[in-house]
């Protein structure tokens, strides 16, 4: 007999029908007149609860299903007696696939520390949060190739591996196929790249965005969505080494547009949760963070902020707040900075634009003021930057002499110069970091909890 999810049984108007159903149990309980099972099969985050008639099943049978053993059960769904589902299944065939000793199987009770369960990343989907954490993950992946499809953007794929080092996010991790304990030589004693894989030293990549632009100098628009790589050492509970990252990039767009365009895509993400994954949001709000609804919502109710960074500086100096960094014209901001700007003072996101062009990356447009460029960042609550992204300089001599001012290797960047030299246009475009973006919408604290398995530093082993 075919089976069918626990979600579409729990859907289903009950009428003695037989059905089958398949998964994992979460619990058993009972007496010896009755018996009943939560199976779950990670299609929801509900159980859908089977009941059984111990005296009409072998006695070895019932002890052998524990927390965690899977299940094959056939039997006939009808209008549950219990309060708490609509329906449940009246059990006539039970069949054990693989056991789960309770000695030893690590889920074998509840409430353990996140901590703990990312050592067990090989078991924790199995649990109801990372079931609902992985779910929403799905859900906003399949929302944003929605969102940029209904508008007119293509999906494009850019390299993970790169031969360009002047991407500008961050230290790289190399890609090679020499010998690490033997590599060949030059006469001055550099390693010989030239005898490497590609002829020539490559790294993974740590944005698509060089790439985007050229797909959005020919296609109008496009946006990439794809795993990119920091070797950062930072240790912190907003970054991975791996993560995924969504680049979009428009042709004739000027930083005012790229934040319009931020802004709605980051509220029909957000709607989008709000609207498909009410019962793994809800539980979430229920068990770990009782304000996350809320706070999804005001994000779809409001109108982000958008500050220049000037006047943000201005802010937080006259804050009587105390910092662990000092702010000053011409700093980086700091996540403590963007988190009392959001949560603090305004209250809700804000877009700071039009920061200093030194602690910005060579590609950004120029102001006419000769100290700022027009960059962008979206700063969320309880995340700080979600998006980074600014409207590109499409001037061949201001690139070109932005790229020596900064001291990058211009003969590496020949490809990305040319298109400002064949039919440049203005363009822009931003970076959404996918966890970033879960984080925010799960409520959860670390970074390392909503992606399935976390690379991070000395971390790798799943
Ligand atoms: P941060 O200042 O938070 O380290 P960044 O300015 O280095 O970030 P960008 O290069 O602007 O980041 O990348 C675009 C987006 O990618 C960021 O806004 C953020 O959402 C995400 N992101 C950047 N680095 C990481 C990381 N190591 N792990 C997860 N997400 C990241
Ligand atoms: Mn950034």
């Not at 929403?136 to 790169?162: C, E, K, S, V």
């Not at 979600?386 to 211009?410: A, F, P, T």
């Amino acid at each position: 007999m075919k089976h069918q999810s626990v979600k579409q049984l729990l859907s289903t108007s009950p009428s003695n029908q037989n059905v089958c159903v398949k998964g994992w149990v979460r619990t058993r309980r009972g007496n010896k007149n009755v018996v009943f099972i939560a199976v779950n099969d990670g299609s929801t985050i509900h159980n859908i609860q089977v009941v059984a008639d111990p005296n009409a099943f072998d006695e070895n049978l019932i002890k052998r299903i524990q927390t965690g053993c899977s299940v094959s059960i056939q039997g006939k769904l009808v209008p549950s007696q219990g309060s708490g589902q609509p329906v449940e299944v009246q059990a006539n065939e039970i069949h054990i696939y693989g056991e789960a000793d309770p000695e030893t199987y690590p889920l074998q009770k509840k409430g353990h520390s996140l901590e703990f369960l990312r050592e067990i990343a090989h078991l924790r989907p199995r649990t109801n949060t990372f079931g609902a954490v992985f779910r929403i993950r799905h859900a906003m992946a399949f929302a944003i190739h929605q969102y940029f499809n209904d508008r007119g953007f293509y999906y494009l794929h850019t390299p993970i591996i790169t031969g360009s080092d002047a991407e500008g996010a961050g230290a790289m991790f190399r890609v090679t196929t020499l010998d690490a304990s033997a590599p060949p030589k030059k006469e001055d004693g550099t390693i010989d790249y030239d005898q490497d894989f590609f002829g020539r030293e490559t790294n993974l990549t740590v944005s698509g965005q060089l790439e985007g632009e050229l797909g959005a100098l020919a296609l109008g628009l496009i946006y990439t969505f794809g795993p990119t790589f920091r070797a950062e050492n930072s240790n912190t509970a907003r970054h991975l080494a791996e993560f995924w990252m969504i680049e979009p990039e428009m042709a004739f767009y000027e930083l005012a547009d790229n934040m319009d365009l931020v802004e709605d895509m980051l509220k029909y993400l957000v709607r989008y949760a709000l609207d498909n994954c009410k019962d793994d949001l809800e539980f979430l709000n229920k068990m770990y963070d009782n304000e996350l609804l809320q706070r999804l919502q005001s994000v779809v109710d409001h109108q982000f902020v958008r500050l220049p960074y000037t006047e943000a500086v201005e802010i937080l100096k006259s804050s009587g707040q105390k910092f662990e960094y000092k702010v000053e014209w011409g700093t980086d901001l700091q996540s403590e900075h963007e988190r009392y700007l959001v949560e603090k003072h305004f209250q809700k996101p804000v877009i700071l634009f039009d920061y200093p062009k030194h602690i910005k990356a060579f590609y950004m447009k120029q102001n006419d003021d000769g100290k700022t460029v027009r960059a962008m960042d979206v700063l969320f609550p309880g995340i700080g930057e979600i998006v980074g992204g600014s409207q590109r300089e499409e001037d061949y001599e201001k690139l070109l002499n932005r790229v020596k001012e900064m001291g990058i290797h211009e003969q590496s960047l020949w490809w990305y110069l040319e298109t400002r030299k064949f039919g440049t246009v203005p363009h822009a475009g931003f970076g959404l970091g996918f966890e970033r973006l879960i984080l925010f919408i799960t409520g959860m604290a670390n970074i390392r909890d909503v992606i399935p398995f976390p690379r991070t530093p000395l971390n790798a082993e799943f």
